[in-house]
């Protein structure tokens, strides 16, 4: 039986390559996004094309239960959760305060902060009975800095950070590793940045920003997820930054 | 019509003291809390009898709309909120993830994180239109680390802390200044710590620490509170750290 | 005998004002600066004709054995030093590296860094005597982030910095209290930012700013710089920071 | 003509490990230390059994133009620096403030920070022609925090981390990739922490750790050195830390 690598959050940005990049090395990858049904179906074809295992599930995060029984059942029937990958977002773009609706509030810390809380109650007790596993967590620059407008997006993503900490002070002795992955620059990525942005303001960021490079490459991105799921017990990392070369940290001005 | 000192929180420690304090200064406190009303009505009758001007609220902040009313109310009948002060604790002592419920997860957020964005909705505004205005967050360490067992408060606070910056920089040039003061200590406050340690281990702490200055006390912690919105707003501090002189700070070991 | 305030960096801003305020309090001000005789004269006199007590020292903290004599002699002939603020700046203004001389990188940290040691290796053991001093250190943005062009002051102030919570540690629980100013901002201070500028380009930036509280005015830092040194031991603050409202913190873009 | 992976500070440890692990590769390794010709020669000698590339030299880096010398000879006869490891620590044991004296903090600074100044003087402006190349630091616990005990060595790495943003500030935009690598624990390395400790506290600190991976495992920590050299430009990591499972990062108690 293959190790499974649980992705919750996977579109045709991180997720979907982190998914491509452990079934290439030999994972069953387990693919879970709230909607486009089709979109998650060419993904899981592209990597059996690929030669490598994987399938699909429709889940809604921010359901109760949800994240909960899909990994019972993924535990159950499909194989262990060798690596949990928590790729949930949280943005909304900039919203003032005033615009920043207790209900949108309230759903950012869902998918930011409570959801990885769900899946860590639910992964981590299989994980520790095995003395081993892997959880890494897809992080933002709102998670060390809160910026005007985004009070929502910092809130959840700084309760997510504290969160990794707390889960890795707790399970890193046990044999476990949470990485917090702080990914802080603009990621190339179609339906969840392109989505925000718009097509046409989407096309003219790569240009500026130069299309090959200038964003975060997901595919790239995922070799360092990859890496990380490697790393021998004895040297693990539970946080690093990534960012495009020609973009300044979020510390610079 | 004094300035109102309004102060979310305000039991016999820190938030009771930050009232005295800012009474005694000329402005008038409203001080609430969840339960006690008879403490409450002491602490109120203690302010009085030194001259100072207050009252006090019963408030559940984790209920839906009572943070919202208190500041309207106060607004509309009392005076203008020149100082919020936001004094909600949510650590509720060291739990493994297993025996961390979601609800008690859910409960930390709303008293951690969610009360002080219905607060700063509802009262930014105000502040807003007046071009000044101070808010005041009592933080602790887990706001800037994850401990083992601290799963729910470090995930609250670490929200905290985040909005706090966030809120600093929509309201700062504004005229607002906000400020995130971190309590990297044990306070000497017999109805939070003093309840979460019982009666007996409360005092050996003390005893242990030093009676007189081996926790923070609550009264000496009043007059940075105090200092902090007495600074010219060209020199606001937006962060600072508090200790008793025998703790290490949370980055030492 | 008064207590000793000892200023090291006093000029006509941050040092000199700090001066003015300790001195208004009670404290005999020993300013120190490394040129312009009648500059100090001037301070010094203006303090003692509002009632203070102070004295000018002429110093080259660059110098071997300067500091150390200065303390020695101060304790020895003018009184215990209770409060050594060490406020010598280390900005060159931004360079790029190759820019960036051996000899300037290396004064950098003599004044950023090395002089800080100096001062504290020297005035602790007298404080440690007594159980009891305060050691004020101004601090500056570079100090938690490198921005490029940075690299003599960035290195000199990270030093500083880590040394100022190495001394903490050791001290603090000694009863002596070290706090690290972290001055997130530019001072109106027209004999440092003032020269480095040009008499022109800062008359602009002071207009574009809001001449009245645009920049950090040193006057209301020193109400900061007094409160610490007046915090209670069971309070102690160790780092703050301090921007005009206008400003955003350094974190923020 | 092979690209050149030049390390300074190779001993059995990390550097030596990092620079076998480049040879694998295809890099051609320059070892540099301060002492140990037979020990240098051994290395060399491993690495090429293995059927790499590598050389050895005996470089005291704390004195003047040995850093330059080494670079400048190494682009002009060896090849060019594509892979730039600054591997010199600059720890002393935990020394109180009075036993450090003023030479040891300079030697502190000169191995910390400003070698690396010098290395990257030298080494950036070929990369910078060439538009590529890499820049590894590696930095301890003490870059972040200074404890009591480590005034020397947390100055010195304050120093080296702010002066690491700052290059990676100004050069990251010009292609080349500058890391910091926080190494948060004790490294299970013979010739510098078992020189520290002395033979038979190593072997009990190895054995009460776990002797298999209870310390950090150097020829483990060097796959992560590799991987940062590998990363595609658009995914930079500046900052990863790296710890044992079984160590507490340094953030938590």
């Given at each position: 039986m293959k190790p499974v690598c649980l992705?919750?959050?996977?579109?045709?940005g991180v997720g979907g390559h982190v998914g491509k990049r452990f079934a290439q090395a030999g994972y069953h990858a387990v693919l879970c996004r709230r909607s486009d049904e089709a979109g998650l179906q060419k993904l899981v074809a592209d990597i059996e094309s690929a030669g490598g295992s994987a399938e699909g599930r429709i889940v809604d995060?921010?359901?109760?239960?949800t994240i909960e029984s899909l990994i019972a059942e993924v535990e159950a029937?499909?194989?262990?959760?060798e690596v949990l990958v928590y790729n949930l977002g949280a943005q909304i773009g900039n919203r003032e305060l005033k615009e920043t609706s207790a209900k949108a509030f309230e759903l950012g810390w869902r998918l930011g902060t409570f959801g990885l809380f769900r899946a860590a109650s639910t992964a981590l007790p299989y994980m520790e009975e095995r003395g081993h596993g892997t959880v890494l967590v897809t992080s933002a620059t709102a998670a060390v800095r809160g910026n005007a407008g985004q009070h929502s997006h910092a809130a959840a993503m700084g309760g997510r950070r504290m969160l990794c900490q707390s889960l890795n002070a707790e399970f890193g002795p046990k044999g476990i590793h949470v990485a917090h992955i702080l990914v802080d620059g603009a990621v190339d990525a179609p339906d969840t940045l392109g989505k925000m942005l718009g097509e046409e303001n989407f096309r003219k960021l790569r240009e500026t920003r130069g299309?090959?490079?200038g964003l975060l490459l997901p595919e790239k991105m995922a070799e360092t997820y990859f890496h990380l799921a490697q790393q021998h017990r004895s040297v693990w990392t539970h946080e690093l930054d990534m960012r495009s070369y020609s973009d300044l940290p979020w510390w610079n001005h």
């Open positions: 992705i919750i959050g996977a579109g045709a995060a921010s359901q109760p239960d029937h499909v194989g262990p959760i299309s090959a490079d």
